[in-house]
């Protein structure tokens, strides 16, 4: 029993310590003028290689604790690092003019959205390459292409907001009002997109949390809280969709369901199950 509390208060730190540590370092955001970026981003390398360090010293120390398919969660439990750094950021994404005064503080921010999807996608690899999840054909192939679909979709839609900076200068380079740069850069179908690309990611991440309950490598929270999330997420992005970004009164808190760091937050939870998922030799195995 105290076993089983200890480690659930473990795993409970693990979950809120983005933010915890975020916020520790919010003082430093860019977004603050006499802040430095530099400083921001120095902070920020120096925690990520701190949470490297712990987790290869834990791997090491406890290898024998972990099952195998856990080595793999660490690289989720290090989307940490890229969550820390946009909480830290204490603000959202600035897409107002003013941003091109200070454009690499939306750079960063997609930096630290595209080393997330690439931790995602190695942990990924991982599974399929040594089919961890013991998965037969079709369900792996269909796993495989979502994940396909899930990632393409992240990739390009980081890559399309990193360039916002460049694209409205270029927009006002051209006589156009900055005003009018918003609703043409971030179209409806572009919106659309990232509907169906939340659709996927969101479906996916919960396929995921449920193979990884019936191989018993996390325990029965996981699969709930990941779900819950999900089917949050995905009525965002179906809200969203219908209404075209235009959520009526009272149901504008789905905004928070459909921006691109809840889906990592969720892999992060994932990773935390995993890697609090403990060896048992005894009758709670």
Request: charged fraction near 15%; hydrophobic fraction near 55%; aromatic fraction near 16%.
């Amino acid at each position: 029993m105290i076993k089983k509390i200890a480690i659930a208060l473990a795993a409970f730190i693990l979950m809120i310590l983005p933010f915890v540590v975020g916020t520790q370092i919010g003082g430093f955001t860019p977004y603050v003028e006499t802040n430095s970026f530099s400083t921001y981003v120095l902070i920020w390398a120096g925690i990520s290689i701190a949470f490297v360090l712990i987790i290869v010293v834990a791997l090491k120390y406890f290898f024998q604790s972990f099952e195998k398919i856990v080595v793999a969660g660490a690289l989720l439990f290090l989307l940490i690092s890229p969550i820390v750094g946009i909480v830290g950021l204490v603000a959202p994404p600035d897409l107002s003019v003013t941003m091109l005064e200070h454009p690499e503080r939306e750079h960063i921010r997609y930096l630290f959205l595209f080393i997330a999807a690439f931790l995602f996608g190695f942990f990924f690899l991982i599974l399929i390459w040594n089919n961890s999840l013991q998965m037969k054909n079709p369900a792996k192939w269909i796993m495989t292409l979502l994940f396909i679909l899930a990632f393409a979709e992240l990739v390009w839609e980081f890559s399309h907001h990193y360039l916002y900076p460049e694209a409205m200068k270029e927009w006002m380079d051209q006589g156009k009002k900055a005003e009018e740069f918003g609703k043409s850069y971030d179209s409806i179908s572009i919106i659309n997109i990232g509907v169906l690309g939340r659709l996927i990611q969101f479906s996916l991440i919960s396929w995921l949390a449920i193979c990884l309950y019936k191989l018993q490598q996390v325990r029965i929270w996981s699969p709930i809280v990941t779900i819950v999330f999900s089917l949050a997420g995905i009525g965002s992005a179906t809200m969203i969709y219908i209404t075209e970004m235009n959520l009526p009164k009272g149901f504008e808190f789905l905004f928070l369901f459909f921006i691109p760091g809840i889906p990592f937050l969720l892999l992060y939870w994932l990773g935390v199950a995993m890697i609090t998922r403990f060896k048992r030799s005894d009758s709670e195995q």
